[in-house]
């Protein structure tokens, strides 16, 4: 590092303890970056941000007891000056989405090379943003498009927070057990959160469900 050059400070939100290892060690690799704070779930996160002060946090999205949407929310709310850099397995279109709507300044997939998160890490903490060659231009378009029309009605606005969360992981993929696990319920909680969810949005199944949130934004 150059002699009165700053350290970028980056913070990792991982779950899996391999590949935040991995990251650990290609970060550590690079004499102008420096890792302050590490995590394995949402809550955690939040808590080890506390009176840190983190140029980037990198995060995944399927994160335990906090979804990674959730995280990157309460993050640009609290510290607007911290950019956040999503690193996840999930390329669909309705994840990028909800990322970028969260905050996201960055997103990159885990099937990208070490050069390119490189290169989003030095974008993203310059200003300048992310998104991974990978991720289609309709994708693109698409969230463009979104946020051109952000001011019509919310369907899932009758929604309670905790039922937004139930349903952020129903789109995901997660099942019941493994919503349950990460809320940190019971499962008959969970399947009560998801009838009423389909009462209130006046669907009758779980694909109309995964559908509907799919096209519509989530408003925490």
């Known amino acids: 590092m150059e ?7 980056i913070f990792i939100a991982e779950d899996h303890t391999l590949l935040r290892e991995g990251l650990k060690a290609l970060i550590g690799g690079h004499t102008n970056w420096k890792i302050v704070g590490e995590a394995s779930d949402g809550i955690e996160t939040l808590e080890r941000l ?10 995944d999205l399927s994160m335990p007891r906090l979804s ?10 609290a510290y607007p000056q911290t950019h956040v850099l999503v690193l996840t397995g999930h390329s669909d279109e309705e994840f990028v989405y909800a990322a970028l709507r969260a905050g996201a300044d960055g997103y990159v997939v885990k099937d990208s090379t070490n050069e390119d998160l490189a290169t989003a890490v030095k974008s993203v903490t310059e200003g300048k943003g992310y998104l991974s060659p990978s991720i289609s231009l ?3 378009r698409g969230y463009l498009d979104n946020k051109s029309g952000e001011s019509q009605h919310n369907l899932l606005s009758a929604l309670t927070r905790r039922e937004k969360e139930v349903l952020q992981l129903v789109v995901e993929g997660h099942s019941n057990p493994e919503i349950a696990d990460i809320l940190y319920i019971s499962i008959k909680t969970v399947e009560k959160h998801k009838t009423n969810i389909m009462r209130k949005l006046n669907v009758t199944n779980q694909n109309e469900l995964r559908k509907l949130a799919r096209s519509t ?4």
């Not at 990674?68 to 709310?77: A, L, M």
């Not at 934004?217 to 925490?220: K, R, V």
């Open 3 to 9: 002699s009165g050059t700053q350290a970028t400070t």
């Open 50 to 59: 506390r009176g840190l002060n983190v140029d980037l946090l990198l995060i």
């Open 217 to 220: 934004p989530f408003q925490f």
């Open 138 to 140: 309709d994708v693109i």
């Open 68 to 77: 990674g949407v959730r995280v990157i929310e309460e993050v640009k709310r």
